[in-house]
């Protein structure tokens, strides 16, 4: 089994930083792409920002402020996120697409997410 395990959130001042890190682990062969989401209360999960081999994309809200980044070595995805707005409080999730052996084809896997909390 494939578990990624987020970590990094917390509760941050408006204009403020925070990095979020996940890693994945267990039975992995080969990562393809890796990707941050969100969700607020109530509202439905969106993308963020994805990273693959040697391209990042974003979406229009974070471009400029979030940086998408991973470490192989590590199997592990960052997400910096700066100049935070107020009146944020969602759970980010990490993703990321793995193959447990050479025979098999990729799927999703999904971390347990971690709280983002920038008071209003």
């Known amino acids: 089994q494939v578990q990624l395990v987020e970590s990094g959130g917390g509760l941050v001042q408006p204009g403020g930083s925070l990095r979020l890190s996940c890693v994945a682990s267990?039975?992995?062969?080969?990562?393809?792409?890796m990707g941050w989401y969100r969700q607020a209360p109530g509202k439905q999960r969106e993308w963020v920002a994805t990273i693959g081999s040697a391209t990042t994309m974003y979406t229009d809200s974070v471009k400029g402020r979030f940086t998408i980044s991973r470490d192989n070595a590590k199997n592990t995805v960052y997400l910096q996120m700066n100049s935070l707005t107020p009146g944020v409080t969602d759970v980010y999730y990490c993703?990321?697409?793995?193959?447990?052996?050479?025979?098999?084809?990729?799927?999703?896997?999904w971390g347990q997410g971690t709280q983002v909390t920038v008071p209003a």
């Open positions: 993703s990321a697409s793995v193959a447990q052996s050479g025979s098999n084809g990729r799927r999703a896997y």
């Open positions: 267990g039975t992995i062969f080969s990562i393809g792409a």
